[in-house]
């Protein structure tokens, strides 16, 4: 038996809750939260959503019923679909598009939508650390997902030095072996 299968459901949800590592938990992160306990003990972990957020409250921690209401889901349009990235180029243009909203929000002082693309930003890095730590999925998918949770780590901790660090990166003889063969597939 797994350590997951030996937590209660609660206990497994705030076991996941913490290793989300965020100080608040909108509807994306209940999702993740709800997809890795079925991940982790299948069919006896299914919760719904309410449950989840009910357990997180009860925690004491900051549940934001819906992403909108920090930003009155003024800019939903412009994040929705946002983080498709099933190639690496994928994941560049997503990372490029998040960095467009961030530098724009920043700009017009809109501290709420600032952090809302940081929060997609933190989505993004977990979906890509869902996938790469997913035994089901094959290797070089693994490592392409690995690669993509690096690069949305680095975006988010150094969003000014990121795409001067992408295009080294891209550059090295590292990557180059790694990637080239998927790199030369998208173009």
């Not at 590592?21 to 509807?27: A, C, G, L, S, V």
């Not at 919760?47 to 209401?69: F, H, I, N």
């Not at 243009?93 to 724009?104: F, H, N, Q």
């Amino acid at each position: 038996m797994t350590q997951s299968a030996k937590l209660s459901k609660k206990d497994l949800i705030l076991a996941i809750a913490a290793d989300l590592d965020t100080n608040r938990f909108t509807p994306a992160e209940v999702e993740q939260i709800r997809r890795q306990m079925v991940a982790r003990v299948g069919a006896a972990g299914k919760a719904t959503s309410d449950y989840v957020m009910s357990v997180l409250q009860e925690a004491g921690l900051r549940v934001v019923r819906s992403t909108r209401s920090d930003t009155e889901g003024r800019y939903e349009e412009e994040f929705h679909d946002l983080l498709h990235f099933a190639t690496l180029e994928e994941a560049e243009m997503c990372i490029v598009r998040l960095d467009e909203l961030w530098r724009k929000f920043r700009e017009e002082g809109d501290a709420p939508a600032v952090e809302r693309a940081l929060e997609v930003g933190r989505l993004g890095r977990r979906r890509a650390e869902m996938i790469a730590r997913n035994p089901k999925v094959e290797p070089h998918k693994r490592a392409e997902k690995e690669e993509i949770l690096r690069w949305f780590q680095l975006w988010l901790e150094t969003p000014e030095s990121f795409f001067d660090w992408l295009e080294v990166r891209k550059q090295s003889s590292e990557f180059q072996t790694r990637f080239a063969a998927s790199a030369g597939d998208e173009a």
